[in-house]
């Protein structure tokens, strides 16, 4: 069982940034995919980043590519996302979640292969 607390949304100005985090629970922290994924009010779970166990290879979806940054520290069983230069269309609640089955370019990008999930947090970029 993991659990999953995000943290650090919150209303910032088109341009602005923002830095979300993720505390897990347990102890095979360090053996997961983790990953981002937004939902904006009547849109489908986007893709936004996932980083392998080790930090050392990442993923991201083409709308936040070159703005967002995601990164992890196994020692606090935190993942981290940087969203810089944001957009009133990353207007959305943010979630992290644990895959434990693909770190391919299709399975990072698949909600179902991800078996657990934080709460979410809301991030609001006004224009």
């Known amino acids: 069982q993991v659990q999953l607390v995000e943290s650090g949304g919150g209303l910032v100005q088109a341009g602005g940034s923002l830095r979300l985090s993720c505390a897990a629970s347990?102890?095979?922290?360090?053996?997961?995919?983790m990953g981002w994924f937004r939902q904006a009010p009547g849109k489908e779970r986007e893709f936004v980043t996932a980083?392998?166990?080790?930090?050392?290879?990442?993923h991201y979806g083409d709308s936040v590519k070159g703005r967002f940054t995601i990164s992890r520290d196994n020692a606090k069983n935190t993942v981290y996302l940087q969203m810089n230069n944001l957009k009133p269309e990353d207007t959305a609640v943010y979630y992290c979640a644990v895959n434990s089955e693909s770190f391919s370019y299709a399975g990072v990008r698949n909600p179902v292969r991800y078996g657990y999930w934080g709460q979410g947090t809301q991030v609001t970029v006004s224009s």
């Open positions: 980083i392998n166990w080790n930090g050392g290879s990442t």
């Open positions: 347990g102890r095979a922290f360090s053996s997961y995919v």
